[in-house]
């Protein structure tokens, strides 16, 4: 078939064709936006899900439906190397400016203590040379936001910026994704900021996405997260939706699958969103002509595992050292009775595995955490960040 009229999109955080599953989420972000606007109490929102679940295409819709609402509005990615105050300065910095404001005066103070907040430095010792600003003209504002603790400072910040936007009878949103890598200060802040926030009655909302660990992260942090914030686990598409992920692009470009080639395609991609778009391309491509059929599928079916072991399982593979490979293929043999190894396993079962004490794993099992390979939802146990990872490891 055409390969330019190829409508599937496999792409780190790119928007498929059609948004299939998500329908409940977006249109209750509706609502929440809907009651901020209107003054109404609302919590802050937490997307988790393992990878290639489609979170980040997830929060980049819901930023969307913000936009259309007249919010204004900002996006950052957090990294374990990294602190949070500059790359959230940026994000507010754009959301300040979707605003729009026509008191200059007032604007120019909420930027001021944007620019202040940004600038200033965890400790005395740090150099005007290391100062920065998200490209804010305005002189900084002393007094407000620079004390250097990031709890107080980032209160504050969001304090005045949610006055700005009542004042312009709007809101701000603020997303942030990959929340997990944020340090426990960091987590600390956010969580004190956000129930400040909603205490005050300001229209500011944080819709964070994260792994599926991602609510033990912030309960550990504040033991008030649990109810600061609305959790929404993302999961795989059932059938339905996994079907019409599939069926809704090619009627756009004229072409249909059989009812078997559907089943084949369910069972090769699980209902991962990800593994959808990635078998729908290859398929589409490599299909003489429609119907699309089931034998399409499995003629196509070991390109497809190709390319997803270079660019979406390899990649990940290649970031762990030859002990931390060791790790992982320990855990997927630890977990060989579920095909998809997307439940957890004891850390003890994969000691065993390898032969060895569980203590003395634990620098692999750490920096693997890091790395955002694996996660721990409870003690003494741990799973693939990524499904279908288990099953890509014993092939190898």
């Not at 660990?213 to 109810?227: D, I, T, W």
């Amino acid at each position: 078939m055409d390969p330019i009229r190829n409508p599937y999109a496999p792409g780190a955080g790119q928007r498929p064709p059609e948004l299939a599953g998500r329908d409940e989420q977006l249109a209750a972000f509706d609502v929440v936006l809907e009651r901020v606007a209107r003054g109404r109490p609302e919590r802050s929102l937490v997307l988790t899900g393992l990878r290639g679940v489609g979170k980040t295409v997830l929060l980049n819709a819901l930023r969307s439906q913000a936009v259309r609402k007249g919010w204004g509005t900002g996006k950052l990615e957090a990294r374990p190397d990294q602190r949070l105050r500059r790359p959230l300065s940026s994000a507010l910095h754009q959301a300040v400016r979707e605003l729009g404001h026509p008191a200059p005066d007032q604007a120019d103070h909420v930027l001021g203590v944007l620019r202040g907040f940004a600038q200033r430095e965890a400790g005395p010792q740090a150099k005007l040379r290391d100062q920065w600003s998200p490209g804010i003209d305005v002189p900084a504002v002393r007094g407000r936001a620079d004390s250097g603790d990031i709890e107080i400072d980032l209160v504050e910040l969001l304090t005045d910026v949610g006055g700005l936007a009542a004042d312009l009878g709007k809101g701000v949103a603020v997303f942030l994704d990959e929340m997990q890598d944020l340090g426990p200060d960091d987590v600390s802040a956010l969580c004190a900021a956000c129930h400040e926030i909603s205490q005050s009655g300001l229209p500011v909302i944080v819709v964070g996405a994260g792994l599926p660990h991602l609510p033990a992260v912030l309960s550990a942090s504040k033991s008030y997260s649990e109810r600061l914030f609305s959790y929404q686990r993302i999961d795989r598409l059932d059938r339905a939706e996994a079907d019409r992920a599939l069926t809704a692009p090619a009627a756009s470009e004229d072409a249909t699958f059989t009812d078997d080639a559907l089943s084949t395609m369910y069972d090769a991609t699980g209902g991962y969103p990800y593994f959808i778009q990635a078998y729908g391309k290859t398929v589409w491509d490599l299909a003489p002509r429609s119907p699309i059929t089931a034998q399409d599928v499995a003629v196509a079916a070991p390109e497809a595992e190709r390319e997803l072991a270079v660019g979406f399982f390899g990649s990940r593979y290649d970031r762990a050292t030859p002990g931390e490979r060791d790790y992982l293929r320990a855990m997927a043999d630890a977990a060989a009775d579920d095909a998809d190894a997307v439940g957890s396993v004891p850390t003890a079962d994969v000691a065993a595995v390898l032969g060895k004490k569980p203590q003395s794993l634990s620098p692999a099992r750490d920096s693997l955490l890091k790395k955002g390979l694996i996660y721990s939802g409870e003690r003494g146990r741990i799973a693939f960040t990524v499904p279908h990872f288990g099953r890509f490891l014993r092939s190898r």
